[in-house]
């Protein structure tokens, strides 16, 4: 198998763990409790992955560096598998939250540790990859989340639902990994002196909040979109499904096809009209709320989440990419890439928070106004991701990039 391949298919497996997770959540709750009335409570452990995951990111370049990209790469991502069983087994909501922060620390280094191995298997290409790789991980979330619902729909334990998850995860990861590419000695060298702490700062922090602009509009649209759909146009809650299906789907679309995209246009003219969709599908979307519970009210509103999905779908892979190739070493790289991943994920912890709160103050509607102007932000921020781009990436390149 190819490192192309290979990395992708870690991806997959990095989202399929995901995947599983967020499937079997109601049975999570039950397990530990929360059944009924107190599944509300859920949200302290449903926090704790975000926070795991911010906190020990800033790690995570030390750890690529002292193990390599392949081995980290695997060893954090078994990590990640193996806590998916270890949430099984916990029998309270308190023991719950701890598991689900061991999770996130795992989830979030194992995430970045992928990523600089999607960089560095793109810097050997010469071409854009990493719009695809994250399409993968969404195709691997995708189905798996459709096996937990089989597995639930037949009544089948979710702790057996998750070992399975487990051992075809690490498996899959052991196998896809021995096909990396392996960091050579002289790299090791010249890199050994990398700190082992580092928070982004400069042009990496600038790229990092463009990431983050473009999280804070994904968490905000995957968490609220069906409850926009539902209680401020009065839709039930099939169409409120739909509306979350249109963003999901629209976004793992332009993953999957950023790519091609990207290597025609480059990244900033592809990030500048991919924003100014999204921004026009956040205009429907409050244009939508405005106008009250019509049909063509909803109609507007699945259209706009629809097409802040295109928006946002290839900016993440962008901010990883100009990380990844504004630095010239693997560590270097390794501590770039950790430091946006830092900075963007904070979003997903951030945003259903203050998405809830600007609406208990004013409403949802104000709160996706909000959302637009982030999307319209990064779209004017588009510059900033220029190094993603391979033509200009390095001076020795060539003027043109393979197909």
């Known amino acids: ?13 990095h989202g399929s763990i995901s995947g599983s997770l967020a499937a ?64 099984s087994f916990m029998p309270t909501l308190p ?30 290409l010469g071409r854009s990859i990493m719009s695809s790789l994250h399409g993968g991980w969404s195709i691997g979330g995708f189905l798996a989340g459709g096996v937990g619902w089989l597995l639930a729909h037949n009544d089948v334990s979710g702790r057996v639902n998750f070992i399975g998850a487990t051992v075809v995860a690490i498996v899959v990861a052991v ?5 990396l590419p392996a960091q050579n000695a002289a790299e090791e060298e010249e890199d050994d002196g990398a700190p082992k702490f580092a928070l982004p700062k400069g042009p990496i922090l600038i790229i990092g909040l463009v990431g983050f602009a473009a999280i804070f509009a994904e968490a905000a649209s995957a968490d609220w979109s069906a409850v926009y759909l539902v209680n401020r146009l009065g839709a039930g809650d099939a169409t409120g499904a739909v509306a979350y299906a249109a963003f999901a789907g629209a976004m793992t679309l332009g993953r999957l096809t950023g790519d091609a995209v990207v290597r025609r246009w480059g990244p900033v003219p592809t990030v500048r009209v991919a924003g100014a969709l999204g921004v026009a599908g956040g205009v429907l979307i409050v244009i939508a709320g405005a106008a009250g519970d019509s049909l063509a009210a909803k109609i507007a509103a699945i259209g706009g989440f629809a097409l802040v999905g295109i928006g946002i779908a290839v900016v993440v892979p962008l901010a990883f990419a100009a990380a990844g190739h504004s630095a010239d070493s693997p560590a270097s790289r390794a501590h770039a890439i950790a430091g946006v991943a830092t900075v963007s994920y904070g979003a997903g912890l951030a945003a259903p928070g203050i998405v809830g709160g600007i609406a208990n103050v004013t409403s949802l509607t104000v709160s996706f106004a909000v959302v637009t102007v982030l999307v319209l932000v990064m779209t004017l921020a588009a510059p900033v991701l220029r190094s993603a781009d391979l033509v200009h990436a390095r001076e020795d390149e060539p003027q043109s990039v393979p197909a």
Not at 1 to 13: E, G, K, L
Not at 99 to 109: D, E, H, I, L, Y
Not at 116 to 121: C, L, N
């Open 1 to 13: 198998m190819s490192p192309r391949w290979s990395v992708a298919t870690i991806f997959a497996v």
């Open 175 to 179: 196998w896809a990994c021995s096909y």
């Open 24 to 87: 079997r959540m109601p049975w999570i709750a039950d397990h530990v409790g929360l059944a009924g009335g107190g599944v509300g409570k859920l949200g302290y452990a449903l926090v704790m992955p975000s926070i795991g995951a911010i906190l020990t990111m800033p790690f995570a370049g030390r750890v690529v560096h002292r193990l390599g990209g392949r081995r980290a790469t695997l060893l954090l991502l078994t990590g990640w598998a193996l806590a998916l069983t270890l949430i």
């Open 95 to 124: 023991t719950l939250a701890v598991a689900m922060f061991v999770a996130g620390a795992f989830a979030g280094t194992a995430d970045m540790a992928m990523n600089a191995e999607g960089i560095a298997v793109e810097r050997q």
